[in-house]
């Protein structure tokens, strides 16, 4: 029987969520036992070879490509998991949430006090992302219906709730996995 597939992404993340999936350490050799990685950077698979039982996603949406992936697995994962503050609630690059776009572009490409820039062009290849007017979390651009906080998520955490999908079995995170001090 083929196994459960399996898939991540990284949105406007720091990929410090994916380092959490790969301090499980010694159990990454149980998961491959119990699932296949599909459309994920743990390996690389750029786009999903079919249905998947779980995609984890980290990091919120700030662009446009990052709309498109998230949608991407909404519509191929059964399951969809929010990893992590940044793909919760938008987390740290929803810092700039406050300010309008045009300030930012401005201080990140011109006047920041570490810009070198003697044309003053912000980049505007048609090739890049059009960057959206705030970072969205996951939630509000599809249906999210699981949520795992943290900054990452603990290793243990994601660990449990993958094993308990897998084995269809009710998620019940301790309560050291949720504290935060
Ligand atoms: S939640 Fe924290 S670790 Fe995860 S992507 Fe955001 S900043 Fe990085």
Redesign the pocket.
């Known amino acids: 029987m083929s196994k459960p597939k399996i898939a991540t992404a990284?949105l406007a993340?720091?990929?410090?969520?994916h380092?959490?999936i790969l301090d499980i350490d010694e159990r990454i050799l149980k998961l491959v036992e119990l699932v296949q990685f599909d459309k994920s950077p743990i390996d690389d698979i750029k786009n999903f070879t079919g249905r998947c039982l779980v995609g984890l996603i980290?990091?919120g949406c700030c662009n446009q490509e990052n709309v498109k992936v998230l949608r991407d697995f909404r519509a191929h994962c059964d399951v969809l998991i929010a990893?992590?503050?940044?793909?919760t609630m938008g987390?740290?690059?929803a810092m700039r949430n406050g300010i309008p776009l045009q300030e930012c572009l401005q201080e990140a490409y011109r006047d920041g006090p570490t810009v070198y820039n003697p044309s003053g062009q912000i980049p505007n290849d048609p090739e890049l992302p059009l960057i959206l007017d705030r970072v969205y979390p996951l939630h509000e651009v599809v249906k999210v219906d699981y949520y795992l906080p943290?900054?990452?998520p603990p290793a243990d955490a994601i660990w449990d709730v993958v094993v308990a999908l897998l084995s269809n079995k009710p998620i019940d995170l301790s309560y050291g996995l949720l504290k935060y001090d």
């Open positions: 990284s993340g720091c990929f410090g969520c380092m959490s980290e990091g990893l992590g503050d940044c793909a987390g740290l690059p943290g900054c990452p």
